[in-house]
């Protein structure tokens, strides 16, 4: 691993293109390929205004699909894209979870009415299950198709199901109305290319990378520094440009620096070769055998 800082690297950062990539959800919808994350954010006062000002900045590049939750900072993180989208609500995707001790068919209606509140807007585009837990996933699943039809949420999905978690799910009455699966994805993890990526592929359900640049830890990765070079780029563009080079995947990394989020956005227009990939594979191989799929 290099400790060298990013900022000192060649850095391809000149906005992206006015078209974003997309990925089409089963519902037909077209969602972009990169969104950005929220978690960490709204827990300082004294970084709340760089929050959004950065979170405004991926909206202006067309960064427009937004991912939060209301376990982040405790609500907090919401409230923060609340103040980012003022004003542009009709621009942006927003994507918010809820937590699974409130997956309840009471629990999901409170849940939300309160994200609702705090994103102050009257809908969510995609609200997803943070993570299986013990109410039973038909219970969450009716609570999502009534807000659905109430117009409080415009989709729902998961996060974090493993393959026989939504072999389970598509099984129940109306289970195959989910519109994705956030999972732990990036180049350092990529166990759900075993099966999960395949079944889901096959399924057109995407998948939402999380942690894309493994929280910052791919930026400072050596390896990826001479891939970086070739492309006039940082490490962090790399991993970010892989991910969002798999079919039917969704890369939301989290930045609240404006200069990572210009990296971001034009990691997007950075074409990856085939030496490319077959160095990246190498230096973190694909899985070849089945592993239980992992969480931050
Ligand atoms: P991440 O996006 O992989 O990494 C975020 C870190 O990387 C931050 O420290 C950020 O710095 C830095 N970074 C971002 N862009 C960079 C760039 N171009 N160059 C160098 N560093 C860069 O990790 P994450 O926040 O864990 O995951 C992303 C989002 O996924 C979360 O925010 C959240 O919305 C979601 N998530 C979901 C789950 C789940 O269970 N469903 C779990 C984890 C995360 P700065 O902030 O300083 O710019």
């Given at each position: 691993m290099s400790s060298k800082p990013t900022s000192s690297k060649p850095t391809s950062?000149?906005?992206?293109?006015?078209k974003i990539r997309t990925t089409t959800l089963p519902s037909g919808e077209a969602v972009p390929v990169l969104g950005q994350g929220t978690w960490?954010?709204?827990?300082?006062r004294r970084r709340r205004a760089d929050e959004v000002a950065a979170l405004k900045l991926g909206l202006d590049l067309g960064i427009t699909l937004i991912d939060t939750a209301e376990m982040y900072a405790g609500g907090g993180a919401e409230e923060v894209v609340a103040e980012a989208i003022a004003g542009r609500r009709d621009e942006t995707f927003l994507v918010s979870k809820v937590l699974p001790t409130n997956a309840s068919w009471a629990g999901v209606m409170r849940a939300c009415e309160n994200s609702l509140k705090r994103l102050a807007t009257?809908?969510?585009?995609l609200y997803l299950l943070h993570w299986p837990g013990s109410v039973p996933l038909a219970e969450t699943v009716g609570a999502f198709e009534a807000l659905t039809a109430a117009g409080k949420i415009r989709h729902w999905g998961v996060s974090n199901f493993d393959t026989d978690d939504m072999e389970e799910l598509v099984g129940l009455?109306?289970?195959?109305?989910?519109?994705t699966n956030q999972v732990l994805y990036n180049l350092s993890r990529?166990?759900?290319?075993?099966?999960l990526a395949p079944w889901s592929l096959k399924r057109g359900i995407p998948l939402m990378a999380y942690s894309p640049v493994e929280q910052g830890a791919l930026a400072r990765n050596a390896r990826l520094d001479a891939i970086a070079v070739r492309h006039n780029a940082t490490a962090a563009q790399i991993a970010l440009a892989w991910v969002m080079a798999q079919k039917g995947v969704i890369a939301i990394p989290k930045a609240s620096r404006q200069e990572h989020v210009r990296q971001n956005a034009a990691a997007l227009d950075i074409a990856l070769t085939p030496q490319d990939f077959a160095e990246l594979d190498r230096a973190f191989p694909p899985p070849t055998r089945k592993r239980g799929l992992e969480m931050i």
């Open positions: 950062s000149r906005p992206t293109s006015s960490k954010m709204g827990e300082d009257d809908r969510i585009d009455a109306s289970g195959g109305n989910v519109q990529r166990g759900p290319e075993f099966d």
